[in-house]
């Protein structure tokens, strides 16, 4: 078996850089959070003209897919805190239902694998997250999403620096 070669000098400037975005988000995670609707709405607009100029060349429902893209994505941009509110509440959805899904799979598998707990413990957790979520929406649309993204940036950038300290 192969052992990854790791650069140890790029992971570690990588985790330190990721640590600091991560604090940042934490600390104004309403910027963030605008910067990732501003992020989204930007692609959506420009998956929307790629689409519509396919259109040209692979019918009427790549047109079709177009002007929606666009259209939502020119939403996004011009009301972000109503796009912030409604991908807060899916995000709140989604840990809800694989809060319910994990836990029901490691129930499930207890008797046949040993590291049933760790499944067990994510999903209590994602499911204690989604109702954190719903318990404030839609005040906290404005900065839960930003402190998502900070909270796993600094994770992202601890695994590095971890990594960092291994290899050649």
């Known amino acids: 078996m192969e052992t990854i070669a790791v650069d140890r000098k790029t992971y ?8 600091v975005l991560g604090v940042l988000g934490m600390i104004v995670p309403g910027f963030y959070s605008g910067a990732f609707v501003f992020i989204v709405s930007v692609l959506l607009i420009l998956g929307g003209v790629i689409f519509f100029i396919a259109g040209f060349y692979g019918g009427w429902l790549n047109f079709l897919a177009g002007i929606i893209l666009i259209a939502v994505g020119s939403a ?27 836990t029901i799979v490691a129930l499930a598998v207890r008797s046949d694998y040993g590291g049933w707990w760790s499944p067990l413990i994510t999903g209590i957790l ?5 109702v ?11 900065w839960i999403i930003g402190l998502f993204i900070g909270i796993e940036l600094f994770f992202d950038g601890m695994m590095l620096l971890v990594l960092s300290s291994y290899g050649e």
Do not use: C, H, K, Q
């Open 12 to 19: 570690r400037i990588g985790g330190i850089i990721l640590l």
């Open 76 to 102: 996004m941009f011009l009301y972000p805190g109503g796009s912030l509110s409604a991908m807060t509440f899916i995000l709140g959805a989604w840990f809800l239902l694989m809060g319910v899904i994990t």
């Open 126 to 130: 994602s499911f204690i997250l989604g």
């Open 132 to 142: 954190l979520i719903f318990a404030g929406w839609p005040e906290n649309s404005d």
